[in-house]
């Protein structure tokens, strides 16, 4: 069965903190994706991670991808409250080239002043 | 910007009633989706559509669950008998056909089945 983990899933921390998020995940992929989710709101696009080593960032947020340990992390740097959300991964499969992501359960994230 | 609108964002029903929301994608995308969404969780697919073809279809999705993209622009997504259980938020993406088949999703339609 295929399975994206994330963790941890609720993490409050307080401002000006440092921490990473971890998506684990049990199926060979080389792309995945996190998204970000406010309250009562939809799924925004935050980085597509397309190859092994692949880093990007943007602001405080930091993401990385090892597809040999199908792991991929989200740093955050120094954190303010306007971070605060429901951060998701999700993973694209190639299923006889019908391209499906399966999604992780997300990591509700607390900032704290 | 015309990004990924969904319509309604709300709807209450009563057990039994059958409701139909509607999609529309950003207009380049040839590609269309449905998640369903409960509290605390990650989306879970429904189904897709490549151009107005539904390429696939959630193993888990009821017989009362349909989904049609006429000409390959909008979409609506029907529920007949709404149960209970059916009570999500139902999120409809869009994206390119091609590398790096990112998606867009629209703002949601928030379903409670009373």
């Known amino acids: 069965e295929l399975k994206v983990e994330q963790n941890p899933l609720f993490l409050s921390m307080q401002e000006g903190k440092n921490y990473t998020i971890y998506c684990n995940y049990s199926?060979?992929?080389?792309?995945l994706y996190w998204y970000r989710q406010d309250p009562g709101k939809s799924l925004e696009s935050l980085f597509v991670l397309l190859s092994n080593g692949a880093v990007k960032q943007e602001g405080r947020l930091m993401a990385s991808l090892d597809t040999k340990a199908r792991l991929s992390t989200l740093h955050i740097t120094a954190a303010v409250h306007d971070l605060s959300a429901t951060y998701f991964c999700?993973?694209?499969?190639?299923?006889?080239?019908?391209?499906?992501?399966?999604w992780g359960a997300g990591t509700k994230l607390i900032i704290k002043p | 910007d015309t990004g990924v609108s969904q319509n309604p964002r709300h709807k209450i029903t009563k057990r039994g009633q059958n409701v139909t929301f509607r999609c529309d994608p950003i207009?380049?995308?040839?590609?269309l989706y449905w998640y369903r969404q409960t509290l605390g969780q990650g989306p879970e697919f429904l189904t897709y559509f490549q151009n107005e073809a539904q390429l696939e279809k959630s193993r888990l999705l009821s017989d009362r669950f349909s989904a049609e993209r006429p000409k390959g622009s909008f979409s609506t997504l029907e529920i007949q008998r709404t149960e209970q259980g059916d009570s999500a938020m139902y999120l409809c993406?869009?994206?390119?056909?091609?590398?790096?088949?990112?998606?867009?999703f629209g703002p949601g339609t928030r379903l409670t089945v009373t």
């Open positions: 207009s380049e995308h040839n590609r």
């Open positions: 199926t060979t992929s080389d792309r």
């Open positions: 993406a869009s994206s390119f056909w091609g590398f790096p088949y990112e998606q867009y």
């Open positions: 999700a993973v694209d499969i190639d299923a006889d080239s019908n391209y499906q992501l399966i």
